[in-house]
């Protein structure tokens, strides 16, 4: 099998064994999830990143489209200590180069050293030393991709109907598949919405609650969707999950700040503030609520960093989670999250909403 190399910045190359080739590079991040690599790989929110596995043998059990979150894979690259054939011809005919054999811990450790760094990959009969640099001197920084939502979001409405529970507006930041189907599951009608979707857009749907996705890169290149926030909060019930968290935060006058090297993983502990209970969570994000702004509480933290991962507002009707209840992969312990989302939007009195 042909050769790979992984350029990083700071200038090192490490070398690798190419297991599905091609030319790429992205923001450099790792995930502990020791399963559910199908469901990290059709994440949308890894656009634009080239994901390690720090768990040494990704592909174990297979390949299967049931579990994917999405219809492609989203990572720009694949960095793993071994990749099984399956995995590998998967990449592959998703023209997504795939890279092992290298020393994932030392990688891992690299980044929790240094941060979620860019990096460049060349991989197949023709890789280089010097490509890998190329790719990495082209390496846009994920600041920078500023309308990555129209790379990830659906381009019209999509309605999914439900039985007699609420009519959902969910703002497609870049979906996990999960999301619709959880609320699917607990009979809400959902109508999936463009990113950029306009406020008279969605006042015409007039929804019992406003769900703002999870998403690829730095919430503040999300302004259509923080506007949208803006102008809803306090007259429909708001909902967010991870990129949404950031979003609905933002548009209430909170901060967001890029983080060292992020949460990525399924044993994430989140402590509930309220009921000083922890559970065991399914983490993807490299950015985090600094500020919640005036009228949000944070109700949940991380309790390894105190990072805010629950906020609420019962006057206005906003509940976010930094973490995704859906899981897909993890831990099932956060499901109630649509519970309360779909309890709270049954609580929205049914005067029809405005936009002006
Ligand atoms: N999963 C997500 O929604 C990620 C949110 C955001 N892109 C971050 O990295 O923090």
Sequence with gaps: MSAAYVALEGGSVVEARCRAPGTSHGELVFTTAYTGYEESLTDPSYEEQVLTFSYPLIGNYGVREERFEDERVHPRAVVARELTDDVASWLESEGVPAVDKLDTRDLVGQIREGGAMKCGISAGPDASPEKAKDALADCPGMSDHTDIGAQVSVSSQTT???????????????????????????????????????????????????????????????????????EFVGEVPLAGICLGQQIVARALGGTTEKMAFGHRGVNQPVRDLRSDKVVMTTQNHGYTVAEPGPELDVTQVNVNDDTAEGLESDDLQVLTRQYHPEANPGPHDTLGFFDDVVEMAGEQSRTPVTAD
């Design 160 to 230: 999914y109907e439900g039985g007699d529970g609420p009519d959902v507006a969910l703002v497609d930041c870049g979906a996990k598949g999960s999301i619709v189907e959880s609320l699917l599951e607990r009979d809400a009608t959902v109508h999936v919405l463009p990113y950029d979707v306009t406020p008279a857009e969605v006042a015409d749907l007039d929804p019992d609650v406003l769900f703002v996705s999870n998403g690829p890169g730095d919430p503040a290149n999300f302004e259509a969707a923080e506007a949208l926030v803006s």
